[in-house]
Structure formats: structure tokens, C-alpha cells
């Protein structure tokens, strides 16, 4: 398996397209690609930059992927300007399908199915990658955005799937300020769609999931009044009152998404002391305009789940990043297998730029992916999934590590 990575940060999204494209084979020695995963930042213009990578790679390579706030290579990390980039892959031995399904706005699980339905599946599947768009109605005014939720899309993905083929993938993002996104569905640009790549071959996928929350207190609170993603109150209390008196005043009604505080439900025992991989977590999107309620990311918590009120710990955020990226490398050396390739799904909230730390938490996977001189590329993004407690799920706040292993003698 070749493995080659390219970056760009040019306005022009034609000319960026072409050199990352370029720039990745060059990286890899790559004569005939076979598979390409390519992001760019919501600025550049999609279709250009697409076109771009056709016109190296040709029309017959599959481009898969879209917008992201940033990209993550081995030797550098951006989210500024005009980022882009792509990872492009030539193997002879990694097979793969690719479909895509349209109308995610309508009907998340529908188009799950759809999706799954094109797939079809095989005995020898062994890792599905989703990537989808996050964003349904972008925010306007003083409303918040409405996403689209992960749980049905996997759900509907499910009911076509085996279970034991684990999902990783990202619902997209072009920037903080979560405007419309654009998917590339192999051959075409599309937005409200969900493209994904079935892979089969002789590797094996290994994952890790980086956390960083840990509860406010050990205060249980039980959702008392919600309607899909908008939580109205807690304990019968309204929800905004509650995090007034948590801040100690309103400003945070002002933040989207909001900058600290998030929701977490404990899947755990209760009273034992926290663990955070048992935690899925929930982004606050923002507050309702009129101080009704507050947005959350995904629509899957509902009226009588507990929760606890979650602060993001920037310190447990890069010491997880560090600790999980080194245990599953160790893991595949211990395993007898090569890291062929480091595909890392980053949150865009887990950015220096936006968690105010000195240091960027994906350097800590860059740093270990480069003391084993293996390829990794990555990107921010709005919502991770990855299998966690037995399902796969959408989270909130991680990095989704997924590496491909081979057998030690492969190139």
C-alpha cells in the first residue's frame, strides 16, 4: 500500500486542487491512484478544488470527502486561510466500494439506508467510512443552527450492515460559524448528502477514541421538557436559568457553540468515579433567542434521560490525544502489524485557536505517527463516529484515531 498526502492554502480552489493532488503523489510515489480522501475549508470553492483533483488524479478515481474547518498532515496542522488537502492512496491488495445518498435533510435514516442498500454487503467487509452534512439549516439571526443527527443515519446504515462492521467517519463542517457544507461523492459535489467507502482487503482496523470532558460535579439532572434537539428544562427547571447560575451571568447565551460547558450522559455506573471513555457528550450549539432552551448537537438524548453538566478540560484533552494515540500503536507493533495509515478525525472545538491551549492537541499524534514514520492525514470536524461501548455512535468533542494495519513486510 502508497500512501502519499498533499496541502494547500491558495484562494484559488483549481490551482489548490491540482497542487495538493500533486503534492500527494509526489509524497507517496504514486503512479496509479486508486482511492482519494480530500477536504478543503469552507472558503475555498469546493467545485473548483474537485476539479483540481480530477485533473490530476482523472475522472476515474473516486474523491471522497468535503468540507472541513482544517487538515491535519504528519509535518503540519491548519485551519486558517484556504486550507485543503488530500490523502491518496494506491494498493493492490486494499479493495473498496463507494456510493453516496442525497436528501439527508428530509430523512437521516432513509438515506442511511440508501446508502447501505447501494453498498450492499460482503462476508469480508471490514470497515465502513461515512462522511456526512452536519449542517441542515445554518444559523440566522440569533437562531441557532439545526443539524443533522448521526443516530438515525446509523440506524438506517444499520439496518442494511452487520453490525460487526464498525463505522468510523465525521458529520462535516466548514467553519466555526456553521454555514452550508458540500460532500464529494466520489464522482460528483453534492451538499445534505452522506457519501461512504466500504473497504475490505488484507489490513486490519484499529481505532482509539481521544475524550477530555469530565463532569461539573457529580450532580445527576434528569430532562424534564425537549423537543428533538432542543432542551427546554432540567429537573422541570428551565435549562437557560441553569447555566445563568452556573456562568454567573448570561454571556454565555452568546457563544455558538458555547465555549466550555457541554452535556454528558454517563453510561457507566453512576456514583463510581467518572471514566471517560463510559461518557458521550453533546456540544451546546447555543441558545434559543428567546431563552427557551438550548440546541445540542445530536437529537439523541430525550425527555428522562440523566445527564450531568460536562466541562471540557484542555489539560485531559492533550494528555488523551498523547496516551491513546501511543497505546494503539504500541498495540499494532505488539500485534505483529505495521501502521500502513493514520486517518484522525479531529472536533473542531479541540483546536488551540478556539480551546485557548498553547500547544495543538493533534501535534500529539502528528509526534507519535512520526516517531514510527508512518502516514497520517486528518481533519476537523463537526461530529466524530466511532464504535464506542459496543455501537457506533456520533460524538461530540473527540478525535477518532483509525489506523490500517498490515503484516510487517508490507510496503
Same mark, same amino acid.
Given at each position: 500500500?502508497?500512501?502519499?498526502?498533499?496541502? #494547500?492554502?491558495?484562494?484559488?480552489?483549481?490551482?489548490?486542487?491540482?497542487? &495538493?493532488?500533486?503534492?500527494?503523489?509526489?509524497?507517496? +510515489?504514486?503512479?496509479?491512484?486508486?482511492?482519494?480522501?480530500?477536504?478543503?475549508?469552507?472558503?475555498?470553492?469546493?467545485?473548483?478544488?474537485?476539479?483540481g483533483?480530477?485533473?490530476?488524479v482523472?475522472?476515474?478515481?473516486?474523491?471522497?470527502?468535503? !468540507?472541513?474547518l482544517?487538515?491535519i498532515?504528519?509535518?503540519?496542522?491548519?485551519?486558517?486561510?484556504?486550507?485543503?488537502?488530500?490523502?491518496?492512496? *494506491? #494498493?493492490k491488495?486494499?479493495?473498496?466500494?463507494?456510493?453516496?445518498?442525497?436528501?439527508?435533510?428530509?430523512?437521516?435514516? %432513509?438515506a442511511?439506508?440508501?446508502?447501505?442498500?447501494?453498498?450492499?454487503?460482503?462476508?469480508?467487509d471490514?470497515l465502513?467510512?461515512i462522511f456526512?452534512d452536519?449542517?441542515? /439549516?445554518?444559523?440566522?439571526?440569533?437562531?441557532p443552527?439545526?443539524?443533522?443527527?448521526?443516530?438515525?443515519?446509523?440506524?438506517?446504515?444499520?439496518?442494511?450492515?452487520? !453490525?460487526?462492521?464498525p463505522i468510523v467517519?465525521?458529520?462535516?463542517?466548514?467553519?466555526?460559524?456553521l454555514?452550508p457544507?458540500k460532500?464529494?461523492?466520489?464522482?460528483y459535489?453534492?451538499?445534505?448528502?452522506?457519501?461512504?467507502?466500504m473497504?475490505t482487503g488484507?489490513?486490519k482496523?484499529?481505532?482509539?477514541?481521544?475524550?477530555?470532558c469530565?463532569?461539573?460535579?457529580g450532580?445527576?439532572?434528569?430532562? /424534564?421538557?425537549?423537543?428533538?434537539?432542543?432542551?427546554?428544562?432540567?429537573?422541570?427547571?428551565?435549562? $437557560?436559568?441553569m447555566?445563568?447560575?452556573?456562568?454567573?451571568? =448570561?454571556?454565555? %447565551?452568546?457563544? %455558538?457553540? $458555547?465555549?466550555?460547558?457541554?452535556?454528558?450522559?454517563?453510561?457507566?455506573?453512576?456514583?463510581?468515579?467518572?471514566?471517560?471513555?463510559?461518557?458521550?457528550?453533546?456540544?451546546?450549539?447555543?441558545?434559543?433567542? +428567546?431563552g427557551?432552551?438550548?440546541?445540542?448537537? *445530536?437529537?439523541?438524548?430525550?425527555?428522562?434521560?440523566?445527564?450531568?453538566?460536562m466541562?471540557?478540560?484542555?489539560?485531559?484533552?492533550? *494528555?488523551?490525544?498523547?496516551? =491513546?494515540?501511543?497505546?494503539?500503536?504500541?498495540?499494532?507493533k505488539?500485534?505483529?502489524?505495521?501502521?500502513l495509515f493514520?486517518?484522525?478525525?479531529?472536533?473542531?472545538?479541540?483546536?488551540?485557536?478556539?480551546? +485557548? /491551549?498553547? /500547544?495543538?492537541?493533534?501535534? *500529539?499524534?502528528? #509526534?507519535?505517527? =512520526?516517531?514510527?514514520? !508512518?502516514?497520517?492525514?486528518?481533519?476537523?470536524?463537526?461530529?466524530?463516529?466511532a464504535?464506542?461501548?459496543?455501537k457506533? %455512535?456520533?460524538?461530540?468533542?473527540?478525535? &477518532?484515531? &483509525?489506523v490500517?494495519?498490515?503484516?510487517?513486510?508490507?510496503?
Open positions: 500500500m502508497k500512501i502519499g498526502t498533499g496541502y #494547500s492554502n491558495q484562494k484559488d480552489g483549481f490551482l489548490s486542487g491540482m497542487a &495538493v493532488a500533486k503534492n500527494a503523489m509526489e509524497k507517496g +510515489n504514486i503512479q496509479s491512484p486508486d482511492l482519494v480522501f480530500a477536504f478543503c475549508g469552507g472558503q475555498v470553492d469546493h467545485e473548483d478544488y474537485f476539479r483533483l480530477k485533473n490530476v482523472g475522472d476515474q478515481v473516486p474523491i471522497i470527502g468535503g !468540507s472541513a482544517g487538515i498532515t504528519n509535518d503540519l496542522l491548519s485551519y486558517e486561510g484556504y486550507p485543503a488537502g488530500a490523502a491518496i492512496i *494506491e #494498493s491488495t486494499l479493495k473498496y466500494r463507494e456510493a453516496a445518498a442525497s436528501y439527508l435533510d428530509k430523512d437521516e435514516k %432513509r442511511g439506508y440508501k446508502l447501505a442498500n447501494k453498498l450492499s454487503h460482503e462476508q469480508e471490514k465502513l467510512i456526512y452536519s449542517v441542515k /439549516t445554518p444559523a440566522k439571526d440569533e437562531l443552527p439545526v443539524l443533522n443527527a448521526s443516530s438515525p443515519l446509523i440506524e438506517g446504515i444499520e439496518q442494511e450492515i452487520q !453490525s460487526n462492521v467517519g465525521a458529520g462535516l463542517i466548514g467553519g466555526y460559524d454555514g457544507t460532500q464529494f461523492c466520489g464522482s459535489v453534492d451538499s445534505q448528502s452522506v457519501v461512504g467507502v473497504l488484507d489490513f482496523p484499529y481505532f482509539r477514541i481521544m475524550h477530555g469530565t463532569p461539573l460535579s450532580v445527576y439532572h434528569k430532562i /424534564t421538557k425537549m423537543d428533538k434537539s432542543i432542551i427546554y428544562e432540567l429537573d422541570g427547571k428551565p435549562i $437557560v436559568e447555566i445563568d447560575e452556573l456562568y454567573g451571568n =448570561n454571556d454565555w %447565551r452568546h457563544q %455558538r457553540p $458555547v465555549n466550555l460547558l457541554t452535556i454528558g450522559k454517563n453510561h457507566g455506573k453512576r456514583y463510581e468515579q467518572p471514566i471517560e471513555e463510559n461518557y458521550v457528550n453533546r456540544l451546546i450549539t447555543g441558545c434559543l433567542p +428567546n427557551e432552551g438550548i440546541g445540542i448537537f *445530536e437529537p439523541d438524548f430525550e425527555t428522562g434521560t440523566e445527564i450531568q453538566f466541562l471540557r478540560d484542555t489539560e485531559k484533552m492533550i *494528555e488523551s490525544a498523547k496516551k =491513546n494515540s501511543t497505546e494503539l500503536m504500541d498495540q499494532i505488539a500485534d505483529g502489524k505495521k501502521a493514520g486517518f484522525y478525525i479531529d472536533c473542531a472545538g479541540r483546536t488551540s485557536g478556539y480551546s +485557548n /491551549t498553547k /500547544t495543538e492537541e493533534a501535534s *500529539e499524534i502528528q #509526534s507519535v505517527f =512520526n516517531q514510527h514514520n !508512518s502516514p497520517l492525514f486528518g481533519f476537523y470536524s463537526g461530529v466524530e463516529v464504535p464506542l461501548l459496543q457506533s %455512535r456520533g460524538l461530540d468533542w473527540t478525535g &477518532v484515531l &483509525v490500517l494495519a498490515g503484516e510487517k513486510d508490507d510496503g
